[in-house]
């Protein structure tokens, strides 16, 4: 059974930092795209930053790019998203999500995703 796991949330106070990871795991092939996302309390997901896992090409919402970054440290198992001079809007919880079709499906903000995880939350306080 194929999973993603994310860790590395918590709480922090207004223009922190956090990094998160996540780790897919029991798939039988490697992501071709990871990706993160965040809901905030009453609010819809919203997509923040993609990576191909084979390029290392990566994509942002333009409202979070300099602020947020992602990375990957094991392409198409584990990706990362470094977050700096947090704001209170910032908190909610993060989800990581990716698939496994062609590299032609895409990995940005329109692309549709197979796998999420459950989320790990993020605090910040002012």
């Known amino acids: 059974q194929g999973r993603l796991v994310e860790s590395g949330g918590g709480s922090v106070p207004d223009g922190g930092s956090l990094r998160l990871s996540c780790e897919r795991s029991g798939y039988r092939l490697k992501a071709n795209c990871m990706a993160w996302f965040r809901q905030g309390p009453g609010q819809e997901r919203e997509w923040i930053a993609a990576i191909h896992t084979g390029l290392g090409e990566t994509h942002y919402a333009g409202s979070l790019e300099g602020r947020f970054t992602i990375s990957q440290d094991n392409a198409g198992i584990s990706a990362q998203l470094q977050m700096s001079n947090l704001r209170s809007e910032d908190t909610g919880l993060y989800i990581c999500?990716?698939?496994?079709?062609?590299?032609?499906?895409?990995?940005?903000?329109?692309?549709?995703?197979?796998?999420w995880g459950q989320g790990t939350q993020v605090t910040v306080s002012s």
């Open positions: 999500a990716s698939h496994d079709r062609g590299f032609w499906d895409g990995c940005d903000g329109d692309t549709t995703f197979d796998n």
